[in-house]
């Protein structure tokens, strides 16, 4: 029995002894871990409390950061500028082109040029001629081309749709069958006939605005002449001496049928 409690005795204190330096271990390792956390620097962007955490990319090596690129287009764009400035004023004015003087020839007059109103109104037949009376007195006479005399168109005894006087045609040149066929309505025609319209005289002996005044009743030959009229040459009407175009005159075509022989 003395034997088994020395052995208890010498049981217990060996565990003391074995827990102790347990503890001193935990101790010393627990210090260690401290010192560990103590010297270990905090990880950057990281705070304490409820802050909004921020990134930011930086640039590559090769490129320019997005600061930097305005700066420098404003850069190039001013050193642009100062350039084009700098060439405008070096670049010497274009040199202003001197007027050549056209020779002026020597030797006799050209032609003039002429144009048909001048032509018209250089005709000296047209230009009334002066005579001197018995008494002193001074005529104007005047000549339509062909001759003529002295005495007054005479006028056709009626006056037209508008009032306007009305003169007996003169022909320069009358119609002839070929021109004047082509305008007979075949299916009215009633030979003998004649056919009356009334035109207004206008320069080289042709008449304009024609109308109708009479005709064979139901043949259509005024009409006839009416559309056939701008082939007709007739003097303008004579008044006082002087040949008054523009005036009205009448023109009468009288239709007669022919048998040609065989």
Known sequence: MMW?????F???GLLRRRGAALLIALVIELLLLAL???FVPPLPGRKHGNSLNTFGIEASKGEESPDKKPAEKQEKKAARAQKTQAQAQTQPPPPVPTPIETPVPVGPPTFLKLSRNDYQQGDISKVPSRAETTDGASTETADAGGGGGSNDTPTAGRKGRNGETLYIAEWVREPTNAELNPYI???RARFPGFGLVACRTAARNRVEDCYELDETRGTGFAGSVRQAAFQ????PPRVNNKLMVGEWVTIRIDYHRTVRER
């Open 4 to 8: 088994l409690r020395t052995r208890l």
């Open 10 to 12: 010498a049981d217990s």
């Open 36 to 38: 560990l956390l103590f």
């Open 185 to 187: 309505n075949e299916n």
């Open 232 to 235: 007709f040459l007739v003097r």
